[in-house]
């Protein structure tokens, strides 16, 4: 099983639509999750930081995390074709800001 | 503020060659990482350092890889030898000190290498 699992899609839906992107893993020990976004060709832009298990909200963007079930979401409102892109969530354990663990990605087109 | 930066953009070698990839950090910012990306796959720690020292370097190939952060200039990755396996996007992270509580790391625009 690999430590952290991400459907890689391809996830197409319509323009304004709820997306709701998921990542599971399996070490209990991660306290600190990350949602970055990756265009085509460019490195990954830090969407969302959250620590330990609940909500926190940015705009269009909601992020969610279930430790019991070593769960974690990443909700975009009103979807927009520039949220098109490749999202990756990522996680460590440890208070150094280390050891961060990437999933694969999940692909996501946003059709006009 | 300038962000991650990171060259060449776009590196080709031959096998057999070496490969130097460099890397500036954000301002202000004493930690960086090196990340390898192969098409449809996640990133994949490979080193972290901060100024002269190499912290965790569990994700670097035994061999033929190297990585430093000088106290001047920028972190180089060192790629010596390259094989066609070689060929990814590297992605160079950087974040501010452990002290100022902050875990988030900022990425360059990578460099894609190439061997032919």
């Known amino acids: 099983q690999k430590e952290v699992e991400q459907d890689p899609g391809p996830l197409s839906v319509p323009e304004g639509a709820i997306v709701s992107l998921n990542c599971t893993y399996s070490?209990?020990?991660?306290?600190?999750f990350m949602w970055y976004r990756q265009y085509s060709r460019k490195g990954p832009e830090l969407l969302m930081y959250?620590?330990?298990?609940g909500n926190k909200e940015d705009g269009r963007f909601t992020a969610q995390v279930d430790k019991s079930s070593k769960y974690i979401s990443l909700f975009i409102r009103d979807s927009q074709p520039s949220d098109s892109a490749t999202y990756l969530c990522a996680m460590t354990p440890d208070n150094y800001g280390q050891n961060f663990v990437f999933g694969p990605g999940t692909r996501l087109s946003v059709l006009p | 503020n300038a962000g991650v930066m990171q060259n060449p953009r776009h590196l080709v070698r031959r096998r057999g060659q070496e490969a130097r990839l460099r890397c500036s950090p954000m301002k202000g910012h004493s930690h960086v990482y090196w990340y390898r990306q192969l098409p449809e796959e996640g990133l994949k720690f490979m080193v972290y350092?901060?100024?002269?020292?190499?912290?965790?370097e569990s994700g670097m190939p035994k061999e033929r890889f190297s990585a430093e952060f000088p106290k001047e200039g920028p972190s180089i990755l060192r790629i010596q030898q390259v094989v066609r396996g070689d060929s990814a996007a590297y992605f160079c992270?950087?974040?501010?000190?452990?002290?100022?509580?902050?875990?988030?790391?900022?990425f360059g625009p990578g460099t894609r290498l190439t061997v032919l």
């Open positions: 070490n209990s020990a991660f306290q600190y």
């Open positions: 959250t620590y330990s298990s």
């Open positions: 350092l901060q100024k002269e020292n190499i912290i965790d």
């Open positions: 992270a950087s974040s501010p000190n452990v002290a100022s509580g902050s875990h988030e790391q900022f």
